[in-house]
């Protein structure tokens, strides 16, 4: 029972517009959202999470929607750069009722295009 | 800053062997848990532990077992291994009030 879905198992962008990597989650439990990055040979990186009581956050570049009657996040990357290729992993806990582990979804591999 | 470290950093295993992994938090961290990802998939939580005991725990046999030190560094421990048990294990470090969780760079173990 696959909980959080990225459907997108790669993306590919041109340098200098916009990235958006898509997520959607089943249990509506889920209360905590977050964005990592994987490159290879390393552990996933925290970029971006956003809590179920508000529909964005921002943090420079990029960008977390959360839609929860879609049951839906997207991270949005503007302007997407080379570095910015990598897997990309979206994350989600059920905070609320004690539970701290993270589910994630399979990955998005983004390319981003010189 | 110290961030996560786990040790080692690739290890081979034959079925049946026993093998342990160790991670030690980034520096203020209380809490440890471990996760397994397969190729090709997302990590899938194995456990957490907290004041040196297990706080929550994934879907993974009684094989996996693991320990947090008063330091706060873990290992896992897995038995008897099978071939399944080939994957990445990553190690990720937080507080226990909340927050993100950190991951350290891993630890490829190959089964044969």
């Known amino acids: 029972d696959q909980q959080v879905k990225q459907n997108s198992p790669s993306l590919s962008v041109q340098e200098g517009r916009i990235s958006i990597l898509n997520c959607d989650y089943t249990?509506?439990?889920?209360?905590?959202f977050l964005w990592y990055k994987k490159y290879p040979a390393e552990g996933p990186t925290f970029l971006i999470s956003?809590?179920?009581?508000?529909d964005k956050n921002e943090d420079g570049r990029f960008t977390v929607f959360l839609n929860k009657s879609a049951k839906h996040l997207s991270l949005h990357i503007v302007p997407s750069q080379p570095g910015d290729s990598a897997v990309y992993f979206c994350?989600?806990?059920?905070?609320?009722?004690?539970?701290?582990?993270?589910?994630f979804g399979t990955g998005t591999r983004l390319k981003v295009l010189a | 800053d110290a961030g996560v470290t786990q040790s080692p950093t690739h290890l081979i295993k034959t079925r049946g062997q026993q093998v342990t992994l160790r991670c030690s938090p980034k520096s203020g961290h209380d809490t440890v848990s471990w996760y397994q990802q397969a190729l090709g998939q997302g990590p899938q939580f194995i456990f957490q532990y907290y004041e040196e005991e297990e706080r929550q725990r994934g879907n993974f046999p009684d094989r996996f077992s693991g320990h947090q030190f008063p330091n706060y560094s873990s290992e896992l421990n897995v038995n008897a291994l099978l071939l399944g048990d080939s994957a990445l294990y990553l190690c990720?470090?937080?507080?226990?009030?909340?927050?993100?969780?950190?991951f350290g760079p891993g630890t490829r173990l190959t089964v044969t």
């Open positions: 990720a470090s937080s507080l226990v009030q909340g927050g993100e969780q950190y």
């Open positions: 994350a989600a806990s059920a905070r609320a009722p004690g539970t701290y582990k993270y589910i």
């Open positions: 249990n509506s439990m889920f209360d905590y």
């Open positions: 956003i809590s179920s009581i508000k």
